[in-house]
């Protein structure tokens, strides 16, 4: 079993930046790789960002340039580093690890305001 557990969310004026962790535990050796999404009101969960155990990484169109997925693997923590914030980017913020058996564990999630 793995659990993610999500920290770092807050409010923040628009062109503001936050850094979300994302901390693993359990079988950390069973993660392919881990992703960021997030939910808005009235909105489907997209997915943000993803970062490979070869620390290659995938951002959605819409934060490209703007958000920076890491990891740190002797914390078992994956970090997403949001600048020049957007109202549009208020959301649930959640964290997940997909497995390589297929399955995913997800965290509680975090939550990020940003206002104009």
């Known amino acids: 079993q793995v659990q993610v557990a999500e920290s770092g969310g807050g409010l923040v004026q628009t062109g503001g930046s936050l850094r979300l962790s994302c901390a693993a535990s359990?079988?950390?050796?069973?993660?392919?790789?881990m992703d960021w999404y997030r939910q808005a009101p009235g909105k489907e969960r997209e997915l943000v960002a993803r970062?490979?155990?070869?620390?290659?990484?995938n951002y959605a169109d819409s934060v490209k340039g703007r958000f920076t997925i890491s990891r740190d693997n002797a914390k078992n923590t994956v970090y997403l580093q949001m600048d020049s914030l957007k109202p549009e980017d208020t959301g649930v913020y959640l964290c997940?690890?997909?497995?390589?058996?297929?399955?995913?564990?997800w965290g509680q999630g975090t939550q990020v305001t940003v206002f104009s």
């Open positions: 997940t690890a997909m497995l390589y058996r297929g399955s995913r564990s």
């Open positions: 359990g079988s950390i050796s069973r993660i392919n790789f």
């Open positions: 970062i490979f155990n070869d620390g290659s990484t």
